[in-house]
């Protein structure tokens, strides 16, 4: 269905994220469509938004069942209106101005677990109200949004607005997904999805993949000969794992020490525990990324030129 051209209606969105912001703060940006407009991140329980209230008091059903069920959920929660002219594109317009801000939250708070939306709901004008389920947010919570995190996620926002990438998005996803997998039954997987992020932006199809990618990624971001190797050898051990998870290998904590080993004995260390290994993998990872954002790289042949430098 679409509207008449003349006419473009506001849509007020509202997103749950299972963080928490500096108490008392409202952080506000501009949303990219107009002047006028702006996002705002802010703490607040959910019966408490008046837009909310307003439909309560026009005895929509809608309205009364989000409020009666979810009207405790306390969080962080990101406000943002902008006009939509065809229904189709409503999500698109949306994810479109919200997805530089929640990746910009998951590269700037540089912490192992990405913000994870809860709950969320939009208004179009005086239609009925359009929600999803929520969850309460997790105590564990290790993003707290700050002055300084906010400064850094409108940096990296404004650089993901401004390049568009469609390797590059695929990576952000996986990313995301592998950092959150670290916290699910399947922890193991994450390591399938960080890599997966990688072969999106570093490695072209072909063969040598583990070595193409572990090259790269050590000339990439490693300041000198010992980090280059030391990256290097972490990046090889990981492809393996990942290469003998997706070929239906069945992993545990000893199998992954044992691929670890050489990393291990180049570093001169006698042991080193698996969520140390992962953490200090998927930070290499997002150092990549963020580079690779700096520099705007959009083919994977830039990476064998740095080779030759």
Aim: charged content about 25%; glycine content about 4%.
């Amino acid at each position: 269905m679409k509207f008449k051209s003349s006419i473009s209606l506001n849509c007020s969105y509202f997103i749950f994220l299972n963080n928490r912001v500096e108490d008392g703060k409202v952080f506000k940006l501009p949303c990219g469509q107009t002047a006028n407009n702006e996002i705002q991140i802010f703490n607040t329980k959910l019966k408490n938004i008046p837009e909310l209230a307003s439909g309560l008091e026009k005895g929509d059903l809608g309205y009364r069942y989000l409020n009666d069920k979810y009207d405790e959920i306390n969080g962080c929660c990101i406000k943002f209106i902008f006009l939509v002219d065809e229904k189709d594109k409503l999500l698109q317009s949306a994810q479109k101005i919200i997805n530089p801000l929640l990746h910009g939250l998951t590269f700037a708070g540089n912490f192992l677990k990405p913000p994870e939306i809860i709950g969320w709901f939009f208004i179009l004008d005086n239609e009925p109200i359009n929600y999803t389920d929520f969850r309460q947010i997790d105590s564990k919570s290790t993003l707290h949004i700050n002055e300084y995190t906010f400064s850094e996620t409108v940096k990296i926002a404004e650089k993901l607005s401004n390049f568009s990438h469609l390797r590059f998005d695929i990576a952000i996803n996986r990313y995301n997904i592998g950092l959150s997998d670290f916290f699910s039954p399947r922890p193991f997987e994450g390591i399938v999805n960080l890599m997966i992020a990688l072969e999106a932006v570093m490695a072209e199809k072909g063969d040598n993949l583990t070595y193409k990618i572990s090259m790269r990624s050590a000339k990439f971001i490693g300041k000198d000969i010992n980090e280059r190797k030391k990256i290097l050898l972490l990046f090889k051990a990981f492809y393996q794992i990942r290469s003998e998870i997706v070929h239906g290998e069945n992993y545990d904590e000893l199998i992954i020490a044992k691929k670890l080993k050489p990393y291990k004995t180049y570093l001169n260390i006698k042991d080193i525990t698996i969520s140390e290994a992962i953490k200090e993998f998927s930070g290499y990872v997002r150092q990549i990324l963020l580079l690779i954002l700096d520099k705007q790289i959009r083919s994977c042949e830039a990476f064998d030129e740095l080779l030759l430098e």
